[in-house]
């Protein structure tokens, strides 16, 4: 069975730092791109980040460039998502997703994880 | 970047109901839009990809239609766990957008 196991989320300061992780089984890890999506309080869903199979690619929302930095360990099976500089728009549910091929343009998602909570508040 | 609308943004619908939401893009995507169902507190599920190809383990019940800015996903006989809220994403190009969703309600 696929899964995706997040961790890491909790409540962090503004201006903190928190590293995501999600554990992936199931499936052959270094064949698919995977992504970070994440829900705030009561809103829709808003994609954050993207990154191939190989991890040389990588794509960010602007909402996020330059402060969070996503990341895999293909021999881990774990896909990271470091975030920097946090603020109180950065609280969510964030949940990581696997896509149905190497990319993740024109490749879609398919699995998602169950999510993990980040909480910005002082 | 692509917007993604849909429409309604709720419904109320009973069950045995055969119900369509629509979702449009700003420009034209091809057939690259999936559909999610998201219960509260829990992840979204895939249900469509490709615009009308049904995931694997999905009931044939859902269906979606449409290519280049239109899209549609219908529900053709509503029951009791379909009510849930209901997520357009296009993956074209980036950024991937969803749209704002539908809240299919009682």
């Known amino acids: 069975e696929v899964q995706l196991l997040e961790s890491g989320g909790g409540l962090v300061q503004p201006g903190g730092s928190l590293r995501l992780s999600c554990v992936a089984s199931g499936f052959t890890f270094n064949n698919y791109g995977m992504t970070w999506v994440r829900q705030a309080p009561g809103k829709g869903l808003e994609w954050v980040s993207a990154i191939n199979d190989s991890g040389d690619s990588t794509r960010h929302a602007d909402s996020v460039r330059g402060r969070f930095t996503i990341a895999r360990d293909n021999s881990q099976n774990t896909l990271y998502l470091q975030m920097n500089s946090l603020s109180a728009e950065d609280t969510a549910v964030y949940y990581c997703a696997k896509t149905r091929g190497p990319g993740v343009i024109r490749v879609g998602l398919d699995v998602w994880g169950q999510g993990t909570t980040v909480t910005v508040s002082s | ?106």
């Open chain 2, 1 to 106: 970047d692509i917007q993604m609308t849909q429409s309604p943004s709720s419904l109320s619908a009973s069950v045995g109901d055969r119900v369509t939401i629509t979702c449009r893009a700003s420009q034209g995507i091809s057939n690259y839009l999936a559909w999610f169902q998201q219960k509260p507190g829990k992840a979204p599920k895939s249900l469509i990809y490709a615009a009308s190809s049904l995931q694997s383990g999905v009931p044939s019940k859902f269906s979606g239609s449409g290519s280049g800015t239109d899209f549609t996903l219908t529900i053709s006989s509503l029951q009791p766990e379909d009510f849930a809220t209901y997520y357009c994403q296009q993956y074209n190009s980036y950024p991937l957008t969803f749209g704002p969703g539908t809240k299919v309600e009682i």
